[in-house]
């Protein structure tokens, strides 16, 4: 199975500060029709997930302009521009490249 | 809009049984597949099983292959679990989840429902 290994467990953040979440696979998520399938989700307490981001870097429609994806390969990037009191909750990265689809363990945003 | 509610959850004893249902709305269930993922107490995420739009493809977690059996019935527009020989380990909330495109995207999910496996 891929592992998905996110950093840091635990952000605190102070709100109007940029964030930045890690999340490394344990072998390539690009798959055969080239295409890298790595999701971002955000769950708030009480609330069941969200996507954010999807294909490493494509936002959801809805989801604002201060979240942004990148990365290649095996090591990607969640980064917050400017950190918001609605943007606390859990964040989870997902491939969905190899069966079985495997989650980041989660970091835990707070202000 | 999307619309995903499961129900079925509830406290069951180890070794027995309890199945499922995901009910869907506001899009073409029978063109879209669907997995069932899991969040035990204060864990992360895990899905346990995967169906394609027409059932023809279907894929299991190592941890509930041969005990869990995922289907659906497209005229009722509805998801089901059927688990069995229910594990302490098999308590989490079960959410269902939309497979959208590729590989095996997710994008909406339902709102879960608890299952506890107790004595």
């Known amino acids: 199975d891929v592992v998905m290994t996110q950093s840091p467990l635990s952000l605190p953040v102070t709100l109007g500060q940029p964030a930045s979440i890690s999340c490394r696979s344990s072998q390539s998520l690009v798959h055969s029709d080239g295409n890298t399938y790595l999701i971002w989700f955000q769950q708030r307490p009480g609330q069941s997930p ?23 390969g095996t090591d990607f990037t969640l980064k917050i521009s ?30 | ?18 199945k499922l249902s995901c009910a869907a709305s506001g899009y073409s269930f029978s063109s879209h597949g669907m ?20 059932g023809s493809i279907i894929y299991y ?17 509805t998801l089901y679990l059927q688990m069995n020989s229910l594990r302490a ?13 590729a590989a095996f995207q997710i994008d909406y999910w339902g709102q879960g429902t608890r299952v506890t496996v107790s004595s």
């Open chain 1, 50 to 72: 969200r996507r954010l981001i999807y294909k490493v870097s494509n936002r959801d429609s809805g989801v604002p302009d201060r979240f942004s994806g990148s990365g290649s």
């Open chain 1, 82 to 111: 400017r950190v918001e009191a609605e943007d606390v909750g859990v964040y989870y990265c997902m491939q969905a490249t190899h069966w079985p689809v495997t989650f980041g363990g989660g970091t835990k945003v707070e202000i």
């Open chain 2, 1 to 18: 809009q999307v619309h995903l509610v499961e129900s079925g959850g509830g406290v069951v004893q180890p070794g027995r049984s309890l």
């Open chain 2, 35 to 54: 997995h069932w993922v899991r969040q035990a107490p204060g864990k992360g995420l895990e899905c346990v099983a995967v169906i394609w739009f027409d």
């Open chain 2, 61 to 77: 977690a190592d941890s509930v292959r041969g005990r869990f059996t995922i289907s659906r019935d497209n005229f009722k527009n």
């Open chain 2, 89 to 101: 380990e098999d308590t989490a909330v079960y959410y269902c989840a939309r497979l959208l495109g």
